[in-house]
């Protein structure tokens, strides 16, 4: 039978402690041999002298102790590591729950469940075997990290839920929810229980805070997707990561404001181009993650408030470091807090900034990665770690951290079938980089639909839009500036006022891909599309890989 990554793993697990007791009772039975043939004397196994009967009670005494100490610490594990009971009468606002063959989706459950925790936010933790809809209706958020087993099963302790409960919908429409998923791509029903929950979540009523994150076999990128939800969650909480990247080094090449005097924050066309040519290498729809930096006046007002030395060489791993070059690529912690610790316990207690991710706009022939990227503001003022680093405080040619993740889920379709693409503000990045890649294949059946708030200073990258229409290579387009009437117009007004063409596209096997912003935007987008085709249509064509999402 094939079984997920989750069950192997545990069936490795099995296959080692199997084989480490074996181990251990060959190397007793050796030791045993070793003592009768140094033995001078004939055992004398019915009358023991005294000096065997004290060394026997020492030896079962010490035993004794052994065990017990090992029953001890089992149990301390035990309760370190039992869920918390939920109160049948009231809840929190949130909920992280798991279902889990042999422990790996429990793991990164109980991980989400506290960097939430670590966040201030106060978050119940719980096996979904073990909750009912009525349970579920009493949260705000939840957040369900799930494994697939068997056959496309779920996993053992969750089988009574899919029976009892996620046979016909519930009543979940105050629930919002994100699905971590856990599986190989090896089987052919790749994440399919997490997929299942997530059809009977939105059939319930329950709305998602983000699209379902896939992940294949611990793929570690697309667990820092999850943790990046998780971040953006807590508040944009500089939570660390669980991994970290190894990120390669490029240098910023070109950095461009695209729409000074609008009435949106800054957004700023990026060039990265990498220092090892071997690293042009991505697709349409992938997503490039940054190493962020502090900036260097964020570091010296820090170091003043903490009275430090910026120039204090301290020990980081294995290099030895500038504290003030070590602080650029942390997190800074309450400089009042710090100030009787020595730099290099600072040093040791410093934690890393987390990557950011960004759409990339553009293809390996173009040369550089290009990227789109909106200027944010934290909340006492001061640049977002990762927009701040790469609008502001990075100088030209100034060395780039940064990882390529593969995105499969956004890429461009393979044939030459019909494309709507729609999105908003700095979504327009990822659609740029699917037009280029339907220009370089010469499909030429391409709608795009944008939303932005002024035509004046927001039609990013009008002039190769334009030249695209021309030429034939961009069938149609549609545009909505949110504050330039007198009445807000957003892009899915203007899919709504082509809902005839749209059922003529998707009529002749058009391809939907939305990229943008998720509150707002995509939900909307997304009602449009299930009040055209219906929620069975809709879902059926994300089964067919022919609505892809890329939100944030």
Known sequence: MATSSDTRRGARRFDLDLFGQALVLLALAVLAWLLLRWQAEPVRWFAPDR?????????????????????????????????????????????????????????L??????????????????????????TLARYRQALFVVSTTGEGDAPDAAARFVRVHMDAPAALAPLRYGVLALGDREYAQFCSFGHGLERWLRHSGAEPLFD???????????????????????????????????????????????????????AFHIALTPEDAANLRWQAGDIAEIGPRNGDADVAAWLAAAGLDGDTEVQSGEERIALSELLRRSRLPDAAA?????????????QPLPHREYSIASLPADGALH??????RQPDGRLGSGSGWLSAHAQPQQRI???????????????ARPMVLIGNGTG???????????????????????????????HHYRDEIEAWQRAGLLERVDLAYSRDGEQRRYVQHALDDQRARLREWLDQGAAVYVCGSLEGMAPAVDAVLRDTVGLDALEAMALDGRYRRDVY
Do not use: C
């Open 371 to 376: 990227l789109l990227v909106r200027q944010m």
């Open 401 to 415: 951290d940064l990882r390529i993740r593969s995105n499969p889920g956004f890429h461009a379709p393979a044939d």
């Open 428 to 458: 327009i990045a990822g659609l740029r980089a699917l037009l280029k890649a339907r220009v370089a294949a010469g499909h030429r059946r391409n709608w795009l639909l944008f939303g932005e708030r002024n035509a004046a200073h927001d």
């Open 212 to 266: 379902l994150v896939e992940v294949d076999n611990g793929d570690a990128g697309a667990l820092r997707h999850w943790q990046h939800h998780l971040g953006l969650l807590a508040g944009h909480t500089e939570l660390a990561d669980w991994s970290a990247p190894a990120y390669a080094a490029w240098r910023l090449s070109e950095r461009r404001h695209l729409n000074p005097g609008s009435a949106g924050g800054p």
């Open 51 to 107: 000096e065997r009967w004290l060394w026997a009670a020492g030896l079962a005494a010490a035993y004794a102790g052994f065990v017990g100490a090992v029953a001890w610490r089992r149990a301390r594990r035990a309760r370190a590591q039992a869920l918390p009971q939920l109160d049948a009468g009231t809840a929190k606002d949130w909920l992280v729950a798991f279902a889990s063959q042999t422990g790996h989706a429990e793991l």
């Open 338 to 350: 710090v100030r009787a610790q020595s730099p290099q316990a600072l040093a040791a207690a410093l």
């Open 109 to 134: 459950a109980r991980r989400s469940w506290q960097a939430l925790r670590d966040s201030g936010i106060d978050a119940d933790l719980a096996q979904l075997g073990a909750l009912d809809p009525a």
